[in-house]
């Protein structure tokens, strides 16, 4: 069936350091990709998305490219900071509208 | 406009009670979704609306779980003679039906705590 599996956490890095979160998934037919983010008390909310292959999508800095060949959507920031300290799920939606989490990676940020 | 809603924010019970969660989609939004969410763990899906179709519940854990959706709109969790390990965070999450690029749109969720 379809699933999603994410990097496992806790990730620590220093402010101005690279981030790679890996997400890989199994699907059928041609889902949709999403990154959500959980902010310490807050709810979740949706990061970016990618809707077919080869598309990126991006905000606030973050990256993730959906790579049918490798079915992979890894999440990027070239220099994070300390208010990205959060929680981020990697998340598909399949075809049959049915949407499948990874257990979440946790990232904190030190000055 | 607005979001999704879920009340309560917060439910203390006592073990063997039952607990009414309660969830507003988006207005428009024909799907709709409950997740629990314990802690430290990623989300573990419960239960699946869209439209009148038959919902998915192939992820509620137990008999003691049930949802329903009235009207295509609100929906209530209920779970009947609660236990310590339904403590958790029960999310709703509401979404288009139509096109797989929809993302979904979370209520801030339900802390339940059985005592």
């Known amino acids: 069936g379809d699933s999603v599996t994410q990097m496992e956490g806790p990730v620590t890095l220093s402010e101005e350091a690279c981030l790679t979160i890996?997400?890989?998934?199994?699907?059928?037919?041609?889902?949709?990709l999403f990154w959500y983010v959980q902010y310490p008390g807050e709810g979740l909310q949706l990061l970016l998305k990618a809707t077919k292959a080869d598309d990126k999508g991006s905000n606030k800095g973050f990256e993730a490219t959906y790579r049918k060949e490798t079915t992979s959507f890894h999440l990027e920031k070239g220099s994070v900071q300390v208010s990205d300290s959060a929680v981020y799920f990697c998340?598909?939606?399949?075809?049959?509208?049915?949407?499948?989490f990874g257990t979440g990676t946790s990232l904190t940020v030190i000055p | 406009g607005a979001g999704v809603s879920q009340s309560p924010s917060n439910k203390v019970t006592e073990k063997g009670k039952d607990v009414e969660l309660r969830c507003d989609p988006i207005s428009g939004h024909t799907a709709l979704y409950w997740y629990r969410q314990s802690l430290g763990q990623g989300l573990e899906f419960l239960i699946y609306f869209q439209g009148n179709s038959a919902p998915d519940k192939s992820g509620l854990p137990s008999d003691r779980f049930s949802a329903e959706r009235t009207g295509g709109s609100v929906s209530t969790l209920t779970i009947q003679r609660t236990q310590q390990e339904d403590s958790a965070v029960y999310l709703c999450?509401?979404?288009?039906?139509?096109?797989?690029?929809?993302?979904?749109?979370f209520g801030p969720g339900t802390r339940l705590t059985v005592l």
């Open positions: 998340a598909l939606r399949a075809t049959g509208n049915q949407f499948y």
């Open positions: 999450a509401s979404s288009l039906a139509s096109g797989s690029y929809n993302e979904q749109f």
């Open positions: 890996n997400c890989t998934y199994t699907a059928t037919g041609y889902p949709s």
